[in-house]
Nanobody
Framework: QVQLVESGGDLVQPGGSLRLSCVVS????????MNWYRQAPGKQREVVVR???????VYASSVEGRFTISRDNAKNTVYLQMNGLKPEDTAVYYC????????????WGPGTQVTVSS
């Protein structure tokens, strides 16, 4: 059983920064394959950053240049550094390991709330 626990969300002003963490426990997962997702109020969950089958990292155009993913295999943790936050970044953020056709490998964690507001 794989568990995903996200943390680090907060209320920040526009232009601020946050670092989110996703700690993964259990067996059978791949830290290197983990993506970050987010779901804004009233919207579908979307991919924020993903790793392609070729190993490239691809960011959503809306966060390109502002967000950076990193991974610590020893700690089974994936991070998302978010800089230059905008109100439209307000959402609950999740991590998960992708499967084909838009599915994910594991049950969703609780997510972490990021609110960007003045």
């Amino acid at each position: 059983q794989v568990q995903l626990v996200e943390s680090g969300g907060d209320l920040v002003q526009p232009g601020g920064s946050l670092r989110l963490s996703c700690v993964v426990s259990g067996s059978g997962f791949s830290i290197s394959a983990m993506n970050w997702y987010r779901q804004a109020p009233g919207k579908q969950r979307e991919v924020v950053v993903r790793r392609t089958s070729g190993g490239d990292t691809v960011y959503a155009s809306s966060v390109e240049g502002r967000f950076t993913i990193s991974r610590d295999n020893a700690k089974n943790t994936v991070y998302l550094q978010m800089n230059g936050l905008k109100p439209e970044d307000t959402a609950v953020y999740y991590c998960n390991e992708p499967r084909s056709a838009g599915f994910v490998a594991w049950s969703w964690g609780p997510g972490t709330q990021v609110t960007v507001s003045s």
